[in-house]
Each structure stands twice: as structure tokens, then as C-alpha cells.
């Protein structure tokens, strides 16, 4: 199974299930809260963990009980944490997040100004693929140039704003449709080929579009919460690309991954290899 190094955002989310978005300086009681561990890397790492495979996880925790718990966390999933810093005397990024009936998510982060410029602590250990977001932009950056020297895959999580200097290292592209937006207008096969790369746009519940052309459908499932099921395709792609699938098929494993995960709600939400080519098959 394959080792994906998973470098990005690492936060504890406070998630509110609310009937509406309350209105400007209004008090509202919450239908139900969770605390959750989150944060795109995080949610990718658990994932290829959860699909057998080895996930390194590379970020930031602060010094404080939201990184003590989620130093935890990260042990109970079987992800190393060997390239996570711990930033002395600073929080923990976290987040609240308010989800409405409707299913409309609203998100507020707090995270260090300064995880765009944290650099490497360690030597970078054995990997297949390095996957990225782009909140922590040095680090994807130094990463992506490793996987380049190696001639493994460099994935990028795009969202907006998509810091343009990652792109020269990036081998697979995986916008999301605000990330596309954020290249003004150009189609993705203009930005494949001025990048050099594979391509490709997430589009939630509708079909994965990519670069040549080509669309891709998820399979139909009955979604019962979506929050983080971005994350999931992303750790569920870097795993099948790690794995040996090319790049179609790595699309409908992440495709069927992230089906799985909306289509349940709990702590085992996170699909198992198994499930995954079981739901390919049929």
C-alpha cells in the first residue's frame, strides 16, 4: 500500500447544526455541536490511513489542549506525525462552523498568520505522493520540489487564493471550482497545458471534469452530512495514484470514496479499501 505525505491545514472544528443562519447580533441555541478533529491534511491523512495505506502528516499544532488532543488523535488513526511542528506558545488553528438545514456550510477560521512561511523541521522521509493544500504554502512548496526530484506525484489541493509559485512542481491538479475561478477565466486545458500538468475540477455531488475533456460521475448515494468530503476525494486520489491506478481510475476511487463518506455519519464515516473496490465493482 502506498505512503502519501499529506502536508497543510490541521484544525480542531466546532461545528454548529443550526435551522438557519442567525441574524446580525441575534442569540440562537444550536440544534446539535460536535467537536471534530479537521482541517484538510488532517482529513486526508485519515483517510489513507483508513484505506490501508501509510500517511505522514506534515503541518502545525499549537502548545495548547486543542494540539494535545489532536497529537492524540493523529496517534489513534495511525497517522505519523513525525513533520508536524509544534509552534511554542501559539493556538491550534481551529474553526466554527455553521451548517443550516439547507445543508449550507459557513465557516470561520482562526489560524497563525505565519503557516504560509513554516519551512521543514525534519528530513522528509520515505513517500509515493505528496499531497498539499495551500494553507501552508512554504512547506508545500519544499515538498513538491522533493517529490519533482524523485519523479513522484505532486498533488495540490487548488482552492482560492492559489498561490502560483507551488504550480512549477505540481503534477496533478485538483481544483475546486473556486479554484478554477481564481485562474480568470482560462479553461482547464489552458491551464494544464501552461502548468504542464494533469488537471482536473471537483464539483461536489456533479461530475469531476478534467483536462482532456473527459468527465467523470460519482456514484448516487443519499448524503447525509458533506462536511469534509472535499477532503476525503483529495487523500483518496493521492492514495490510488500511489497505488498504480492512472489517472481516470484514481478519480473513481476518489469519487466512490467521498460517496461512501457523505453517505454515513459518525466515527467510522472514513471507508475501508474494501468497501471502496466493493462499490467500484457493483
Same mark, same amino acid.
Given at each position: 500500500m502506498p505512503t502519501v505525505i499529506c502536508a497543510g491545514l490541521i484544525t480542531l472544528d466546532a461545528v454548529y447544526e443550526l435551522d438557519a443562519y442567525p441574524e446580525e447580533g441575534s442569540k440562537v441555541r444550536a440544534n446539535s455541536a460536535r467537536l471534530l478533529p479537521g482541517g484538510g491534511a488532517l482529513l486526508a491523512a485519515t483517510t489513507i490511513a483508513r484505506l490501508g495505506g501509510i500517511a505522514r502528516l506534515a503541518g502545525a499544532v499549537g502548545d495548547d489542549l486543542f494540539g494535545r488532543y489532536l497529537r492524540g488523535q493523529m496517534m489513534l488513526r495511525g497517522i505519523d506525525d513525525a513533520l508536524v511542528h509544534t509552534l511554542w506558545g501559539e493556538a491550534t488553528a481551529h474553526s466554527a462552523i455553521f451548517v443550516t438545514a439547507d445543508g449550507e456550510r459557513t465557516i470561520v477560521n482562526q489560524r497563525p498568520d505565519h503557516l504560509h512561511d513554516?519551512? =521543514?523541521?525534519?528530513? !522528509?522521509? /520515505?513517500? @509515493? *505522493? !505528496? +499531497?498539499? @493544500?495551500? &494553507?501552508?504554502?512554504? =512547506?508545500?512548496? /519544499? =515538498?513538491?520540489? *522533493?517529490? &519533482?526530484?524523485?519523479? &513522484?506525484? %505532486? !498533488? +495540490?489541493? $487548488? /482552492?482560492?487564493? =492559489?498561490? &502560483? @509559485? +507551488? +504550480?512549477?512542481? *505540481?503534477?496533478?491538479? %485538483?481544483?475546486?471550482?473556486? $479554484?478554477?475561478? @481564481?485562474?480568470? $477565466?482560462?479553461?482547464?486545458? /489552458?491551464?494544464?497545458a501552461q502548468n504542464q500538468c494533469w488537471a482536473c475540477v471537483t464539483r461536489g455531488a456533479a461530475e469531476v471534469h478534467i483536462h482532456d475533456g473527459s468527465k467523470i460521475a460519482p456514484p448516487r448515494v443519499t448524503s447525509l452530512e458533506t462536511l469534509g468530503a472535499g477532503d476525503v476525494w483529495h487523500g483518496a486520489f493521492a492514495f490510488a495514484l500511489g497505488d498504480g491506478f492512472n489517472e481516470p481510475n484514481a478519480v473513481k476511487f476518489a469519487n466512490t470514496s467521498a460517496a461512501l463518506f457523505v453517505s454515513r455519519i459518525g466515527e467510522e464515516r472514513f471507508p475501508a479499501y474494501e468497501e471502496v473496490q466493493e462499490k467500484l465493482e457493483n
Open positions: 513554516m519551512k =521543514l523541521t525534519a528530513d !522528509v522521509p /520515505e513517500f @509515493d *505522493v !505528496v +499531497l498539499a @493544500d495551500t &494553507r501552508c504554502r512554504n =512547506l508545500a512548496k /519544499e =515538498l513538491f520540489e *522533493v517529490a &519533482r526530484q524523485q519523479g &513522484r506525484p %505532486a !498533488v +495540490l489541493d $487548488g /482552492e482560492a487564493p =492559489l498561490p &502560483r @509559485d +507551488l +504550480l512549477p512542481s *505540481v503534477s496533478h491538479l %485538483a481544483l475546486s471550482e473556486q $479554484g478554477l475561478a @481564481d485562474f480568470g $477565466g482560462k479553461s482547464l486545458s /489552458e491551464i494544464a
